[in-house]
């Protein structure tokens, strides 16, 4: 079995590796990645058609592969898949989805971490949908740990942590569970240690869902 990831960083490669390797070592992880579709994003604020249009053509790219299920790793391009994913002829995924599943079933009052600002509209209005599907009445609390990512990304591990744990604990204070909008959000979790509330991730419960679409 094959799944191809369409990935617009490399911050959660390995991660997302190693979550393959763990969990279902038989199925071929093919990527493709395009820093260009974060950098736009996070320039414009939202997708825009230049973004869907890229999407869209790697959706294509990913066909050709012939894989079993086609996985966006990304929250801030996650509704450009949504268009793109229309497209595909097999098994899609955008990873927040499982993460978003599970905290409306959780509770109703849900705060969704962010570190880039173009993550947050998208990553709400996932869980908002979730729950009209549900038909359960929701309110979504944004917080918005802005630059984060770039702190990141540039290596100091130990500042993004920091911020990002002072916003985790402000939405602990004030929600039933607590989202991470990003996947490269993981990086904190061995230093954020006992929670009050649930703390949810997306690549573990994403690539559960793999394993389960695929029926392994």
Known sequence: MKVVLIHTSTVSLNELKALFKELIPEVEM?????????????????????IVSRMCSYVQIAKTLEPDLILNQCSSVGEAFEIARTQADCKTLRIDEPMAEKAVSIGSRIGVVATVASTVKPSCNLVRRVAKKRNKSVLVSEYLVDGALDVLMSGDVEKHNAL???????????????VLAQGSMTAILPYLGETEKPVLTSPRLAVERVRESLGL
């Open 30 to 50: 093919v990527n493709i990645i395009d820093d260009s579709l974060l950098e736009e994003v996070k320039t414009v604020g939202h997708i825009n058609s230049n």
């Open 164 to 178: 990002v744990i002072d916003a985790i604990r402000q939405a602990e204070a004030e929600n039933d569970v607590v």
